[in-house]
């Protein structure tokens, strides 16, 4: 079975530029989630949604930051404009809800690299 | 704030020994509590779970410690090996709702 896909692995743009980043959950699972992984701050909760409908989005950072998912088999994370700050790791991430024999367990992507110059 | 905190940051252990990572939390809200490994270049993938019922589970050389009154949980790495260098986070998940706070992660090294 696929895994949870994510575009692209890496992705180096200028400050100021749009920066959009793409994931595939695994079939099935209607949960999905968005991290962003630092050396200071470890795995941080952006978004996530449930069904497609965002549940709780107090960890985007700022306006500069949004999330979409308009079916369950796609999400985006678009950052504009982009700041050097913004330079991380960003991880999608999916799962079933936890009950009926499933323990809710995460999937995470590869990830996606960002770097901001 | 940090839900989960996590220590301590990096860790090097000779190959055979035991590695020991400890996590604490606050919110009683919590009900499971996994941790998880990550490889450079790779996102993190569950390495054991255990829910606050149990105050120990093992598989293989991997153990969760778990005191429910102190809010602490910790992983045991027994008979440590090269293969197990990466980053390790716990996590805490709220009963309800489906969100994982994690722990900002332990850089493992064991040496040959």
């Known amino acids: 079975d696929a895994g949870v896909i994510q575009s692209p692995r890496h992705e180096v743009t200028e400050m100021g530029q749009e920066v959009t980043l793409r994931c595939k959950p695994i079939?099935?699972?209607?949960?999905l989630f968005w991290y962003r992984q630092t050396m200071m701050r470890g795995l941080e909760l952006l978004i996530y949604f449930n069904n497609n409908v965002p549940i709780d989005d107090s960890g985007m950072p700022e306006d500069r930051f949004s999330a979409k998912m308009p079916n369950a088999s796609f999400s985006t994370l678009k950052i504009q404009p982009s700041e050097p700050r913004d330079s991380a790791v960003y991880f999608c991430a999916s799962s079933t809800p936890a009950g009926g024999g499933f323990t809710g367990e995460l999937f995470f992507g590869e990830g996606s690299r960002l770097t901001v110059l | 704030q940090q839900q989960v905190k996590q220590s301590p940051q990096s860790l090097i252990v000779q190959k055979g020994g035991i590695s020991i990572i400890n996590c604490a939390y606050e919110?009683?809200?919590?009900?499971?509590f996994p941790w998880y490994q990550q490889f450079p270049g790779k996102g993190p993938a569950l390495l054991i779970a255990?829910?606050?019922?149990?105050s120990e589970k093992k598989e293989g050389r991997f153990t969760i410690s778990f005191n429910k009154s102190a809010k602490q949980f910790s992983l045991h790495i027994m008979d440590s090996q090269p293969g197990d260098s990466a980053t390790y986070f716990c996590a805490a998940r709220r009963s309800t709702g489906n969100q994982f706070y994690f722990g900002t992660g332990t850089s493992l090294t064991v040496i040959p």
């Open positions: 919110n009683t809200a919590f009900d499971y």
């Open positions: 255990i829910r606050p019922d149990v």
């Open positions: 079939s099935g699972h209607n949960s």
